[in-house]
């Protein structure tokens, strides 16, 4: 089977930090149950995050 990369990379604007931060947890614990999913949040930039599966 080919290996298919997807990245999403996602900046929420300073007033919805906390709505996007909450809403992209819901989903995290299902998507990331599968091998190789990986979950990034920058440290040095709370408001930008990037996923990897």
Do not use: H, R, W
């Not at 996007?20 to 995290?28: R, W």
């Amino acid at each position: 089977m080919a290996k298919l990369t997807i990245v999403s990379k996602i900046t929420a604007k300073a007033d919805t930090i906390d709505l996007v931060k909450a809403e992209l947890e819901k989903p995290i614990d299902i998507i990331c149950a599968e091998e190789g999913c990986l979950q990034i949040q920058s440290v040095s930039n709370p408001v930008k995050y990037s996923f990897q599966d």
